[in-house]
């Protein structure tokens, strides 16, 4: 299999199904447990999330660990309206966030708040003045994602933090950076969002994992999940210790040669972005983040793509993975021609991502160009 998908989810490397291993069989213990193989495991706990925090330079106990990026963005969006529900009722969000931002920021609407839902230029940009001039006095959170997980653009996160401080210094920020973290480097304090979801399972972790980080300016956050009192009483529920083992050694995996990845697929998307764009009707879409390219092959029909692909052993998506053969509405945000929009597809890289890979990859795009009719 050849696998293009990267931004779909990863695949998990032997350490880290090892480091999981030994978690569920051998310390298995729960954290909570007042014996010495509780106390332990309590002692591993706080190491790994000491190493998942170090990777984003925030203090552990501003980081918690949730089920999933879903998890952390839908908390973001609900605590960051919570703490600021004396300022406003507004939320400044972009047309193409992720379906978790954008389902969190609708059942908003539902609770009675207005959403501005800013739409990128047909490259996929959004500025960092465009976002700021939606903001008003009552904008309680803005919520944009650092890297687009279908496009790769990079969003000015930094930027944004620092209009915000000028303009409107109560509103809170929120930032996905699950497609950005260990992919663009960044830290919260360079970011300055308030707000900061990742997830493992895009960085060679388990699926079923995540962590959001909760900046001081949230006082005292609304819990996600009362209950026994874990996650400093804010996301109750036995810590998922494997996972949470996973996740640590994915991060100190990727943290040990990040320089080089980097440099990898930064090479292999440039490789690919020169090999694809020989193939004739092929435009290139978007783009900014190393392991992230989209193309359209204008007039072929994106799922056909795919299928053809797939039959052929090579994983690629049309779109966002989490939409299933529905339009994307990432690339309906971009108002392109028809038939340049149903034609979009994605390839994402990781470490492991060859040259041969994007070799078979092009020419089997090539043949689908060159055998089949074009149906747009
Ligand atoms: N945000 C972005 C940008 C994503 O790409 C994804 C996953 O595709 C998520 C959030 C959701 O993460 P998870 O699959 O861990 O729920």
């Known amino acids: 299999m050849i696998y293009l998908d990267h931004a779909a989810t ?99 609407e539902r609770q009675g708040y207005e959403v501005t839902y800013l739409s990128p230029d047909r490259n996929g940009a959004i500025s960092a003045e465009a976002v700021l001039a939606a903001v008003r006095p009552d904008t309680a959170l803005v919520s944009v994602m650092l890297v687009n997980n279908e496009l790769g653009n990079v969003y000015p996160i930094t930027d944004i933090a620092r209009g915000l401080r000028e303009k409107n210094p109560d509103t809170l920020l929120h930032t996905d950076a699950v497609q950005g973290f260990l992919k663009v480097p960044f830290s919260v304090g360079t970011l300055g969002a308030d707000l900061v979801s990742i997830s493992a399972h895009k960085i060679g972790g388990p699926k079923g994992i995540g962590a959001l980080y909760i900046g001081q300016r949230l006082r005292s956050p609304r819990p996600l999940i009362p209950g026994g009192g874990q996650e400093g009483g804010l996301r109750s529920g036995t810590e998922a210790t494997a996972q949470i083992a996973g996740f640590a050694k994915a991060v100190e995996l990727r943290q040990a040669r990040l320089s080089e990845q980097l440099a990898h697929l930064a090479h292999i998307r440039e490789y690919a972005a ?30 056909n793509i795919v299928n053809d692909l797939s039959a ?29 929009a149903g034609s979009v597809i994605r390839l994402s890289f990781g470490p492991e991502t060859t040259e041969a890979d994007i070799d078979a990859c092009t020419e089997a795009l090539r043949r689908h160009h060159d055998e089949r009719m074009p149906m747009l």
């Open 312 to 340: 052929q052993g090579i994983c690629i998506s049309a779109g966002s993975a989490c939409h299933r053969g529905k339009p994307s509405h990432v690339v309906a945000a971009l108002h392109l021609p028809k038939r340049t």
């Open 10 to 108: 990863t695949p998990v490397p032997r350490a880290v199904a090892d480091a999981m291993y030994e978690v569920l069989t051998d310390q298995f213990a729960n954290p909570s447990a007042q014996y010495a193989a509780g106390l332990a495991m309590k002692r591993r706990l706080d190491q790994w999330r000491m190493t998942v925090a170090g990777a984003l330079d925030c203090p552990p106990e501003r980081l918690y660990f949730t089920s999933c990026g879903t998890e952390g963005d839908t908390w973001a969006v609900t605590a960051g309206c919570w703490q600021n529900r004396r300022l406003g009722r507004h939320i400044v969000t972009t047309a193409v966030e992720h379906s978790a931002v954008l389902e969190a920021c609708r059942w908003m």
């Open 274 to 303: 020169q090999q694809l764009s020989a193939i004739p009707d092929l435009e290139l879409i978007g783009g900014g983040a190393p392991h992230i390219l989209a193309a359209s092959l204008v007039g072929w029909p994106s799922q």
